[in-house]
Every structure is written in structure tokens, then in C-alpha cells.
């Protein structure tokens, strides 16, 4: 059997292929998995959205479609089998993000819900049982792999094993850690974001819609969808909001309230067992000059401590920075594109401040505090913050080997061996369940493993 690549990806429910395959009068099986079908749609439709997102024309991706399509399908059927299932409220999570990314794309709601012919509401019910099939398969996916990881021996088996001719080499490497000190704002440079948030709650109070005031005033990412966050336990939600969410009666409107978010009022719109359904409104916080001021005076002082040698660096990290991603690791910026949760970062990935600020250092040497635009979960467009950096290791570029590589080529074995699970985990699958693929897709190399087995159970057919 031709060898082809397993992996799983929880396909993103697209906004174009759902009214397509509402709209269609006629429809074909293209695949049946046990029990269930494939359309025609649904393989159309992965591919208009593949377009959507700017890939080239293509046409083996509807080949590569229906195999992750099938594959979804002996997932979820398993996972049915095993009792794998997903809380209601982690469907509501999954379905919400997806409509947000949806708004955003269309402009607004009301242009959004002018080309679903529907209303957001209706289509989000509309959709949650697709929703919850693919988290399950997911989650036993997940389920199933968790356990495997590979010995030091194995993935020295899996390097020689790699053709020495082709190994790949590296640009400069480097070890980095960050100190980051966030502006923080006083009571009364507060004031004025709680005062604006109070004002747009009494106009509700006086008679304004509130979906209208939130879908206008908001600064959440809900605001498109009318401040309306959907059901969610208590964890869900930061403890200050989850404290007055489950507080409220359906109807009610809260106080004007803080979290690291900034400031709220929200309105229980239902409550279900243990979940609520909240819709809000948002003011955030942006800092002020003295804050930053201040800022850059707490970092020129952690800066003296370490470059002094008075601190080490990590346990100023440790108890200074702001950066939660890294202050627990003593300040060591990780590889975000590794699994293995790597140190060691290409120089070809560094954002540009980063670059400009370690590029001339030398190991064990720290940058110059500087001003910076700093991601974090309150603030996902950025906010201005201060952070040195300490450069521990620069690592030339060179070839692929064992000792200066490890956990790259740990990471290349691991997922090697996951790949090989997966591949015998849904030959097993296939061999003990019905699956037929419509000849259009004969000529597909990724089904070659579905395309084989009924043309071999009609030559055994025929030979009876």
C-alpha cells in the first residue's frame, strides 16, 4: 500500500458550506462510512473554502478532503463506541469562536446572518450536532495518541535512519529569555474607562437594546454578536466575571464590574444546570503616559539588579515580569512552532524588535530595556509594555546532528511514530468496517487504502 500521511484536522464548519449545502435540491453519496454518508456537498464545499482562504487551484484537494472527511467519520464512530464525548458548553465554546471569526469575515451580523438566510441563533443550533461529531473525533484522537512517546534509542534509531545526503540544515539558532514589565494604572486613571462603561449601562437602564449598545460601544470581540458570549460553565470565564454571571437571575443587569479584561456589565440571559448564558459589555483600558512612565522606571531598576549581578536573571523573571508565558520558565521564551516546547528559536522567526535587540549581543549578555507592543489575553491587539532580553545561546547554522539537535529530531521521531499508530489504527478500523467511495474518485492516491477494499471484496464476491 502506497504510504500516505495520518493526521487529523478538525475541519473549521464554513460559513459557505453550510447555505451551499442548504440551498442544493440535488445531492449525491460520494462515501459511506459504516452507517453514515459523505455528500458531494461536503467535498465541494472543503474546497470552496480552501479557496476562500487563499490556496491555489487545486483540484487533488477534494481527493485529500474526502480522506480527512472519512476519516472523521471512523473517529466519531468509535468515539461513540468508547463513550468519548464533549460537554455541551465546550460545543458552545468551539461553535461561538467559529461564529466571531465568521463575523469578521462577513463585516458584521447583519451582513452575516443576510447571506446565511438566518439568523446567528438559528444557525449555531443548526450546526451543534456536526460540531459535537467532530470535537469527539478530536478528543479520541487525542485519546489515542496521548501515550505514545519515544525513548532517547528511538529516536537515535530514527536519525540513522534518515538519508544523511538530505538532512536538513539550520540558520542560526538562538536561546533567549525576556523580563517584560506591563504599564499599570492607578484608581483614578481608571476612573474614567469605569465611568465610561456606567454610562452606556444607564441608557440601557433607561430603555436602549442592549445587543444594540454592545454591538456599537463594545470593545469585546463578542460585540458583533451583541455582547452575547453564549452558555459557559464557571470555568469558562475569569473568576471576577464567573462571580457576577452566576450571581444574576435571567433578566438581570449587573453593576459595573472589574477584570483583567477591563470593565463590564453584563446580563443573564439564561441559565442552564450549570451553565449561564451572559451577553456583556466591554470597556478596556489603555495606559497612560505616567503609567508607562512608571513602567520603564520598575524595569530600568530589575535591569540594574540583574545587570549588576546583584539578581540572576531567571529569578527576576521569576518575580518581576509580566509576561505569563514566560516568567514560570525564569523568563526563557519558548519555540512557538515546537511541540516539544523548544528553547531554541530560528533567527528567521524572531519578530523584528527582538532580532534588532539580541543581534549584536553575545552569550550572557542583556539588551537595553525598550518599548514594545505586548500581546496578551487581555489585550489581543497589543498594548504597550516594557522588556530587556538575555541571550544565552547563539548556535551557528549548520547541518542536522545528534548532539546540537536532540530535541528537534525527538520531536521528528515522535511524530513519526504517532503517524505510524494513527496509519495502523484506521487500517484496523477499515478492515472491520464498511466503507465504499464513489468511482469518481478512483484516481485519488489518498483513498487508495478506501478504493482497494470494495474492488477486493468483489473479487471475492466473484470468486464465490
Aim: proline share 3%.
Amino acid at each position: 500500500m502506497k504510504k500516505y500521511t495520518i493526521f487529523f484536522i478538525v475541519f473549521v464548519l464554513s460559513l459557505v458550506q453550510f447555505v451551499q449545502a442548504q440551498d442544493k435540491l440535488i445531492d449525491r453519496v460520494v462515501a459511506t462510512v459504516g452507517s453514515n454518508i459523505i455528500l458531494q456537498s461536503d467535498v465541494d464545499m472543503q474546497y470552496t473554502q480552501y479557496l476562500a482562504n487563499g490556496g491555489p487551484a487545486n483540484p487533488n484537494f477534494k481527493c485529500q478532503a474526502l480522506q480527512q472527511l472519512i476519516m472523521t467519520k471512523l473517529l466519531a464512530q468509535q468515539a461513540v463506541i468508547d463513550s468519548v464525548e464533549v460537554s455541551e458548553a465546550e460545543v458552545d465554546d468551539r461553535i461561538n469562536q467559529n461564529m466571531r471569526h465568521m463575523i469578521r469575515q462577513a463585516g458584521n451580523q447583519e451582513r452575516l446572518e443576510g447571506f446565511l438566510k438566518r439568523s446567528v441563533l438559528q444557525y449555531k443550533e443548526e450546526i451543534r450536532p456536526t460540531m459535537a461529531e467532530q470535537m469527539r473525533a478530536e478528543r479520541l484522537q487525542g485519546n489515542i495518541v496521548q501515550k505514545i512517546n519515544v525513548t532517547p534509542q528511538e529516536v537515535s534509531r530514527y536519525f540513522d535512519g534518515l538519508n544523511k545526503d538530505s538532512l536538513p540544515y539550520f540558520n542560526t539558532e538562538i536561546e533567549t529569555g525576556e523580563i517584560v514589565i506591563e504599564p499599570v494604572l492607578t484608581k483614578s486613571e481608571k476612573e474614567q474607562y469605569k465611568n465610561k462603561a456606567e454610562g452606556y449601562r444607564q441608557q440601557i437602564l433607561a430603555g436602549s437594546d442592549f445587543g444594540t449598545i454592545a454591538r456599537f460601544y463594545s470593545e469585546c470581540p463578542s460585540a458583533p454578536n451583541g455582547g452575547d458570549l453564549g452558555f459557559s460553565t464557571r470555568e469558562g470565564y475569569v473568576k471576577e466575571f464567573s462571580a457576577v454571571a452566576f450571581k444574576l437571575k435571567p433578566g438581570e443587569i449587573s453593576e459595573v464590574f472589574e477584570t483583567p479584561f477591563g470593565f463590564h456589565f453584563l446580563q443573564v440571559l439564561e441559565r442552564r444546570g450549570e451553565e449561564v448564558n451572559v451577553r456583556h459589555l466591554l470597556i478596556t483600558m489603555k495606559p497612560t503616559q505616567a503609567s508607562l512612565e512608571r513602567a520603564k522606571s520598575k524595569i530600568d531598576s530589575v535591569y540594574n539588579l540583574v545587570a549588576t549581578g546583584k539578581m540572576s536573571f531567571h529569578t527576576a523573571a521569576s518575580l518581576y515580569s509580566d509576561a505569563k508565558e514566560t516568567k514560570f520558565n525564569g523568563g526563557m521564551v519558548f519555540d512557538q512552532n515546537s511541540y516539544t516546547r523548544s528553547t531554541m528559536i530560528s533567527v528567521d522567526g524572531l519578530e523584528r524588535d527582538l532580532f534588532a535587540a539580541i543581534d549584536t549581543l553575545k552569550p550572557g549578555q542583556y539588551s537595553k530595556p525598550y518599548l514594545f507592543s505586548h500581546v496578551t489575553d487581555a489585550h489581543r491587539d497589543g498594548i504597550q509594555a516594557y522588556k530587556f532580553n538575555y541571550l544565552k545561546t547563539r548556535v551557528a547554522p549548520h547541518q542536522a546532528n545528534m548532539e546540537q539537535d536532540f530535541a528537534k529530531i525527538q520531536e521528528a521521531a515522535q511524530q513519526d511514530k504517532v503517524n505510524r499508530y494513527l496509519s495502523e489504527w484506521f487500517e484496523k478500523r477499515t478492515a472491520s468496517t464498511y466503507i465504499h467511495v464513489n468511482e469518481d474518485f478512483s484516481t485519488c492516491d489518498d483513498l487508495e487504502l478506501w478504493l482497494r477494499k470494495p474492488k477486493e471484496e468483489e473479487k471475492v464476491a466473484q470468486a464465490n
